[in-house]
């Protein structure tokens, strides 16, 4: 036998793994609200090609690929145990166990790091909890995207309607153009399952979610009672209001909590999930998720400051085209932006420099901030551009950024990649809001410039809702427990 003709039956093999795996996960999904992570990668309805590709890629982050055969028997060893609902990432389960010296069995070993989520310490199934979308743009189809696919046994977050102003047809076409919109993606791609339109109920049913959509021009339009949704968390996609006293007139009937995809103004709290999520008071119903690029710098800037203090910093984001500026030439109220994004590198301002004081209180060093929107559709870079309290080598740097991206508390908003020919398109679809360009950084003495590529849509949407999960209460603990 050669060594091709080796390497083609190992990897038959692994494809067989990985495909016996596809039902586990699954079933511990639906059944039991586990979700299965690789190193904070959800494998949740993932193909056999996707799973062995998820486990190679942590080659970049751990030096080493991880490999199905390593991790089939603590997904099985899962299956044993009565577990709640829950995340738990069998890939740090895997490289705990290796530096284990206990001598413990796979089984043994798995069952203590997880058992938290077991027995009597495991936390009940919630009911579930209604959310609305406010608007139906790029952010609240990705929203939704995300919201049908966690959907999983039923439980936790309920998509049930969306708030839209009507196009100019008929309310039939207008329906099936949201849907169509919501079932392609020119970035995303198609969405993963089903969708049928309900004419006659104007309602979407995508994945068996039977989503009503509700024609208004002002939240006061809207009766939320009469659709039989109750204690809901409504998501405002539409930016329209960012202060406290226009978000204020979504709290009707029905809403329980309003949380905005914008930059929040005034007291609004601005929160970036993994780093100041925790500060959320339990009686607060207005809030705001901030900025994709204030999620893109804040983990990050919080790590660096965790470890080697910050005395000043500057941001430039290079930001890909939004749908606040022009296709072609055209009057725009804001400077430059009315000039054709496709065409040009627009000069921009951007707000996510002075958000870090919000989301970093105790931060006290001075970050400055500047943007270029470039004409690329999705996916940009922050470049961080950071005076240190101390001074460090760029070795030590990448190793610690490597670890906290594979073993802290924000491992889930930060990303490491160490490829030398990545580019802006290789992050459509990260769900980290944060990836650290392994290659691109550069540390002399006190200085240090970290380079950070973020899906500014689909990783920005997911840190939405992690911040929505947080407030209902269905954001699950993840196990193995990150060291602090």
Known sequence: MTVND?????WKNREEIAESMIPVIGKLHREQDVTVLLHSRSLVNKSVVSILKTHRFARQIAGEELSVTETLPFLQALTTLDLGPSQIDIGMLAATYRADDRGLTVAEFTAGAVIGATGANKIERREPRDVVLYGFGRIGRLVARLLIEKAGSGNGLRLRAVVVRRGGGQAVEDLVKRASLLRRDSIHGQFQGTITVDEANSTIIANGNEIKVIYANAPSEVDYTAYGIKDAILIDNTGKWRDREGLSQHLRPGIDKVVLTAPGKGDVPNIVHGVNHDTIKPDEQILSCASCTTNAI??????????????????????????????????????RRGRSAPLNMVLTETGAASAVAKALPDLKARITGSSI??????????????RLARETTREEV???????????????????ISAPDAVSSDFIGSRHSSIIDAGALKVEGDDAILYLWYDNEFGYSCQVIRVVQHVSGVEYPTYPVPAA
């Open 6 to 10: 080796d390497s083609f039956t190992n």
């Open 398 to 416: 990448l190793d610690y950024l490597r670890n906290v991206s594979l073993a802290s508390p924000l491992k889930r908003q930060i990303d490491f």
């Open 298 to 335: 804040v983990p990050p800037l919080k790590a660096m400051a965790d470890e080697y203090g910050v005395l000043r910093g500057h941001v430039e984001t290079v930001h890909s085209f939004t749908n606040d500026q022009n296709l072609l030439d055209n009057y725009h109220e804001s400077d």
């Open 373 to 386: 929107r470039v004409p690329v559709p999705n996916v940009s870079i922050a470049i961080l551009n950071l």
